[in-house]
């Protein structure tokens, strides 16, 4: 049992609330106090952990297995629709999937103690930037169990803390992954608060961690819809690392290739159309509007793609739905795609700027000067020429896991990996010098 | 002048704060608008603006003079200290370091497009981590004048709009050199609005500032005392790069050659008090206090610092001070310092991890293993070895002019120089690639 050490400042409030205040900061004590033993952690213990923790996560199968039923049986009661309940279904196989995933995380290179830069100054001295873990990560989340595992490995891989605060329709599995992940620890004479569940379901919970638990939060992740992000952005007085939603576009410029646009533009869109990558809007040059425009909403059509589109896509194809004002915004996650008429590179960049959400943005040309000025000019995470939108993603980049893919400029930008939950900090090498 | 284009949400308020509000908010979206423009200037034409900007400087040095000569008058009449009144004084040599400030910002590499690293996938990808603009940033400073000019071109270089928010004392003086800049600007086709300056002294624009202005402020820097920086990092709903204090550590540890021990100490400690560098506590190791505690204190005393300190400190030499609990965490920026002895290394970096402000700390020592283990542990921004922590400065670091410290973690830490105020983002270069 957690006592309070200290009332100050809580008297006046109602016990129930002071007793969750009270939990939640000693959790991130404890947290905090974990981060300086992982700080300085070496490979192998740390990679001891993740083997073992996916070992325990196998062995718990079962446990893990009936906690989730538990859950499905709750959210099926509660009426929650198909989708909902698959995101929160675990198997067998997916079960085996969350261990091999943690096994993964442990052949990914450490980043920490990685010299970025160095360098000797005139006088001597040594100057190297170092990559040194964050500190202490806490992450929101929803119904997908996995994130408990994906998320714990990830930030201890990186040397840091994690708290998790899972949502409460996928509690019951989270705390029974949460159980064999500390298991893992523990064997490998790691913290077991190095990966700390929240305790309770109670939403209040949430935003004691968005004010940071009295600085021993250093970053938030959110984890989930755009509800959950909005709210997380609007309130999170520490960091976060965030996407609020990826409105994606393909902007098919002139000369291009037909066939690989039609390629990239089916596959940017049907490919997994539920992926903040997948685009949700194309735009055609009016420079080849009359060969390529009907061509390729034909390919979406016939890819199952409901199409939304402006005058000139209505008029290509008599399938094509008016496009409201609204359409030109959303990010359906869905097989429907707005389709609509550019007059050249400047309009597609602006067009892009004004209904964006500076995620992932594809150019599909020849022309190399056009594609460089696009790559350029628009200011998103992710700009790519002649390739799919669904490439946005830290596994297809070749940076191992992600944990997620930001849109803010600071730190971290794109899939959030490993290298980008660690800081740096300067190490100076001197024999003796003193500043003039 | 500026219309309100819209007042919705702004019913109700008094007419003054509204009119602040919408003057603050029109300025944000200019610079915004500006921003995009810098943010694919070449290189030629943003040295242009600053070699402009540096002539502009010193052809309107009277006006400058005359401007300062006036806040100089009106900070007198409020009986403002000496120390003051020198921060907020101009002369025509400060006015020429200025402009030459400025040209040495010119001569710095453009971070701007920078290729930080790239790599091709196994898929033909070839992908691109390339250094953009942060977007705009706010400078929120005090007395000193010439904050205008080095923040303003530092920012511009980097590719960044700014917006400048002078103490009340120095706005007089701000605003004459501000309005150089933007003579600066013009001559070289750039926007005006890349530099702009609030244009009143109301308090309240800054708390308008550090609730970002409608989404067009991207980062803050706080420039000035703890008072100021301490209302930034508690009000601000925008990152911050900052330090509160420097509350910084010298720890002696066995075997360390008396010499050089002293040589560091007095100058980490004295040859600039008022610098956040400036060490303000030496930890002797109780392994070497005998032979070394002793003769550090004489060389402080005898550099005219006054010295506190622990019982040990005290019967070494009896000018010492007793150290009260508030010592141990006072930045004193005087020439005062606190001296403790500690039992061992790790005694040493919790005395640190308690009392430090996680900005720079020093270990002098003979010992290799020691210093490793130090500089490993000590989680502060920047950790020396035998070197002075007056060290701790952009310049020093070869990194050229800086913005001030940060001893965050996120994005900037240590000296924020024109790479710190850079994001990244990704180019993806394809031939058709789509997502399997």
Chains 1, 2 share one sequence.
């Not at 298991?183 to 309770?200: F, H, K, N, S």
């Not at 550019?342 to 892009?352: K, M, P, R, S, T």
Request: proline share 4%.
């Amino acid at each position: 049992m957690d006592l309070p050490v200290d009332n100050k400042g809580h008297r006046g409030k109602p016990p129930g609330k002071r007793s969750l205040s009270d939990t939640m900061l000693a959790l991130g004590a404890r947290a905090r106090a974990a981060a300086r033993v992982l700080a300085t952690a070496d490979t192998e213990q740390k990679n001891a952990a993740l083997m073992a923790m996916a070992h325990e996560v196998r062995k718990a199968q079962t446990e893990i297995l009936a906690a989730n039923k538990r859950d499905i049986d709750a959210a099926k009661e509660a009426g929650r629709p198909a989708a909902f309940i698959d995101r929160l279904r675990l198997d067998v196989d997916r079960v085996e999937a969350m261990a091999k995933g943690i096994q993964e995380i442990a052949a990914l290179d450490d980043p920490v103690g990685e010299v970025i830069a160095s360098w000797t100054r005139p006088n001597g001295l040594e100057i190297e930037r170092v990559r040194t873990p964050l500190g202490v990560i806490g992450i929101i989340f929803e119904s997908r169990p996995n994130v408990t595992a994906d998320a714990g490995a990830l930030c201890l891989k990186a040397g840091n803390a994690s708290i998790l605060r899972p949502g409460s329709e996928s509690f019951h599995s989270s705390r029974a992954i949460h159980a064999a992940l500390t298991r893992g620890l523990a064997a490998a004479d790691l913290p077991e608060d190095a990966i700390q569940i929240v305790p309770t379901i109670d939403r209040a919970a949430v935003g004691l961690m968005l004010k940071g638990l009295d600085g021993a939060i250093d970053v938030i992740v959110p984890r989930g819809g755009k509800r959950l992000v909005g709210r997380v952005q609007m309130e999170a007085r520490v960091p976060v690392f965030s996407h609020l939603e990826g409105v994606c576009h393909v902007y098919v410029h002139a000369p291009a290739d037909l066939e690989m646009a039609k390629e990239i533009v089916v596959n940017a869109k049907m490919r997994r159309t539920g992926i903040c990558g997948a685009a949700e809007t194309l735009l055609v040059d009016r420079a080849l509007a009359e060969t390529h425009l009907a061509p390729l909403i034909l390919a979406l059509i016939e890819a199952d793609c409901e199409v939304r589109g402006d005058a000139e896509a209505q008029a290509a194809d008599r399938r094509v739905v008016p496009a409201t004002a609204e359409d030109w915004d959303t990010e359906y996650l869905d097989a429907i795609i707005t389709v609509g008429v550019v007059d050249g590179l400047d309009a597609a960049i602006e067009h892009i700027e004004a209904h964006g959400s500076q995620h992932t943005d594809a150019i599909v040309t020849d022309d190399q000067e056009a594609a460089d000025e696009f790559l350029a000019r628009v200011d998103s995470a992710i700009v790519l020429h002649n390739a799919s939108t669904q490439f946005a993603d830290g596994g297809e980049f070749g940076m191992g896991a992600e944990i997620g893919i930001a849109t803010g400029k600071l730190h971290a930008r794109g899939p959030v990996g490993v290298e980008q939950l660690t800081s740096f900090k300067y190490r100076v090498h001197g024999s003796g010098q003193t500043r003039p």
